[in-house]
């Protein structure tokens, strides 16, 4: 079988609700579908996760989907077990409950072009709500202001490898820490922004009054500076 260009990780625990959306996303690369690929790791999931994914491949063989099993819960280990299963040149970490926008592998090639090896990828809110668009606006803007790489991103495989994936006793900011490993070494990153990856705003609707907003941001802000990263998440 042919070495695909670029696989699409996608870590997913009880996310039957969502994840045929982030597959669908993935089909609807402006990129020949033949040169991806879709690697879904179930994360103990008991929601039927897993069964929305086969019954998405079944009705889209043109895109490559690969279920892999990984009943230890925790994102930093669902994501490595994707990593390990990829085939791709190229790996971009989508969540279960986003999707991304139709040029983001072109974004992610012409980035990979020009010689940066990883980069993280913009996310804006999947809502119309001024709330909800404006807090991911935000982050975006402090991202950009301050040479933040964190959250969704995409890294070459060899590198990700070499780099040893993610640290999995992490429970958030895995990502943050990955990517400063990437840049400690040396490594070239960016910040993709002729692109996007659309996410739930779920979690900011988790309280009352929006309070969810403020409980995630401040999870966020303390994670960034190396607090409670190991709390659960």
């Known amino acids: 079988m042919r070495e695909p260009v670029v696989s699409f990780v996608i870590p997913a625990r009880d996310e039957a609700r969502y994840v045929a ?17 879709a690697v879904v790791v179930d994360n103990g999931s008991r929601d039927g996760t897993a069964q929305v994914v086969e019954a998405f491949a079944t009705r889209h063989p043109e895109l490559p989907v690969r279920l892999v099993t990984e009943p230890v819960r925790g994102r930093g280990r669902a994501k490595n077990a994707g990593a390990r299963a990829a085939r791709g040149v190229w790996l971009v970490f989508l969540d279960a409950d986003s999707t991304a926008s139709p040029g983001l592998v072109r974004a992610v090639l012409r980035c990979a072009e020009a010689g940066f090896l990883a980069g993280s990828i913009r996310v804006v ?12 606006a935000l982050l975006e803007f402090g991202k950009q202001r301050f040479g ?27 990502d943050l820490d990955f990517l400063r490993r990437v840049r400690a070494g040396g490594v070239p ?11 739930s ?23 960034h500076v190396g607090i409670g990263r190991r709390w659960p998440y």
């Open 125 to 136: 809110a999947d809502s119309q709500d001024p709330l909800d668009r404006g807090f991911f």
């Open 189 to 199: 990153t960016c910040h993709l922004t002729e692109a996007y990856i659309a996410t």
């Open 21 to 37: 959306r982030a597959l669908a996303s993935v089909a609807a690369q402006d990129w020949p579908v033949a040169e991806l690929e």
């Open 201 to 223: 705003c779920r979690r900011l609707r988790a309280l009352p009054l929006r309070l969810g907003m403020l409980h995630t941001f401040c999870r966020w802000a303390l994670a």
């Open 148 to 174: 933040i790489r964190a959250q969704m991103f995409y890294c070459r495989r060899d590198l990700f490898e070499r780099l040893g994936g993610f640290r999995e006793e992490l429970e958030i900011a895995e």
